[in-house]
């Protein structure tokens, strides 16, 4: 089975950065999309980016040009650069991952069948 397994979060001042790691074992995928969400407690699950197996990404309006989605090599870690961090980006950051695509990587929650189990990041 493929799980994943993310790190990096913390708590940090507004206006700093954070790079969330999300390690995959167990991966014999030749093609897959994988991406970064977020919740709060009491909301639904927001997209914030997606990336292929090529190094194709999506990336949400909402966190463009603040988040950067990449990957070390089609089988290394997932990561989410994430800069420039406000109050409300407070929240449980989850990888995932489909080993069916398309494209553009999709960034809908719905499309993912395998989750990590999130790690907190915490803006003040």
């Known amino acids: 089975d493929v799980q994943l397994v993310e790190s990096g979060g913390g708590s940090v001042q507004a206006g700093e950065s954070l790079r969330l790691s999300c390690v995959v074992y167990g991966y014999t995928w030749s093609t897959y999309c994988m991406g970064w969400f977020r919740q709060v407690p009491g909301k639904e699950r927001e997209a914030l980016a997606s990336?292929?197996?090529?190094?194709?990404?999506s990336v949400a309006d909402s966190v463009k040009g603040r988040f950067t989605i990449s990957r070390d090599g089609a089988k290394g870690p997932l990561y989410l650069q994430m800069n420039s961090l406000k109050p409300e980006d407070t929240a449980m950051y989850y990888c995932a991952a489909h080993f069916v695509c398309f494209r553009p990587p999709p960034l809908h929650p719905s499309h993912y069948n395998v989750w990590g189990q999130g790690t907190q990041v915490t803006v003040s």
């Open positions: 990336i292929d197996n090529v190094g194709r990404t």
